[in-house]
């Protein structure tokens, strides 16, 4: 499942971003958010590649987002999760397109927060 969903084939290629979507097999969030991105990418051009996060070598990446997904970076920057509709994508594939794309406040990170409470009761 890991792999290109869709590529930019249009000019150069450095000129549109390249989206990121962490999932799973059977993640129908995912798909929703793919679908979004997929009815975009005429207007705002982009590429979609989706990283498997039960991939073996994605362990690291699973253990952080395992409880969000989808999880969507953009050009490998944290954007946001869970959910996308057409107005903020168009924003944010704007931005990136304009070199202007920052990293976004609330990315998950699930083992931080499994060591947090794991802190807490044994502290109890």
Not at 12 to 40: A, H, M
């Amino acid at each position: 499942m890991t792999g290109v969903v869709y590529d930019v084939k249009l000019g150069k290629k450095e000129n549109f971003p390249v989206v990121q979507i962490y999932t799973k097999e059977g993640c129908t969030l995912c798909d929703k958010v793919s679908d979004v991105l997929k009815s975009l990418r005429e207007e705002h051009p982009h590429s979609l590649e989706a990283v498997d996060i039960t991939d073996p070598d994605k362990s690291y990446i699973y253990d952080k987002y395992k409880w969000d997904i989808p999880v969507l970076h953009i050009d490998g920057i944290y954007w946001t999760k869970h959910k996308l509709d057409s107005t903020e994508a168009i924003v944010a594939l704007a931005k990136a397109a304009g070199g202007e794309f920052l990293e976004q406040k609330g990315e998950p990170d699930a083992a931080a927060m499994e060591r947090r409470m794991a802190e807490r009761k044994t502290q109890e």
